[in-house]
């Protein structure tokens, strides 16, 4: 399966690209300009989150978009150009649910390049039960381990994230996981 999102014109002089092995010494196929030669380069996208805890219960929200409207995630999205992994997770559970956190070390990393993206989530501690969603969450819920939806999780990522943190939580040791999904 091709991840290529087709870059179609130069975003530096808007001539057509074309798709070749640059002349530079690379050694895959980019979007060159055949006018100025600039090579556009495509990377993976970004994904922070957080994984909200207050006692024994995490947060989860359910998706009021597409992707997988109607099922469960933890609050996360795209990170923004000019905020770091971090930040991009802390503004996120604030747009999506609302909630006040004080965050922690990052928790899991998730490799997944059959879509081009890495899924970062951070640890956080809610300061309070009282969320305020915004419109891409229906709603913004505590569940303890054993009331988690786990049939009607939105994404393998968070699934896999959920998973490790309450088999750690159990051991009492929360470490860092880097996770690659095939």
């Not at 786990?150 to 470490?175: H, N």
């Amino acid at each position: 399966m091709s991840l290529r999102r087709p870059i179609r014109h130069c975003r530096e002089c808007g001539s057509q690209v074309a798709y070749r092995v640059p002349d530079d010494g690379d050694t895959r196929e980019r979007a060159v300009c055949p006018a100025c030669a600039t090579i556009h380069y495509e990377n993976p996208l970004n994904v922070v989150g957080t994984v909200p805890a207050l006692g024994e219960r995490v947060l989860l929200c359910k998706r009021n978009i597409e992707p997988r409207w109607g099922k469960w995630t933890l609050p996360a999205g795209f990170m923004e150009l000019g905020e770091t992994t971090a930040q991009g997770a802390q503004r996120e559970t604030d747009e999506e649910a609302g909630a006040q956190i004080a965050l922690g070390p990052l928790f899991s990393l998730v490799n997944v390049p059959h879509v081009g993206q890495v899924h970062l989530f951070y640890l956080a501690t809610l300061h309070s039960d009282v969320f305020h969603p915004g419109h891409e969450t229906i709603e913004a819920r505590l569940f303890a381990e054993d009331e988690i939806p786990w049939d009607d999780i939105a994404f393998r990522t968070v699934r896999v994230t959920l998973e490790r943190y309450f088999s750690d939580r159990r051991s009492g040791r929360l470490g860092l996981h880097c996770i690659d999904l095939g």
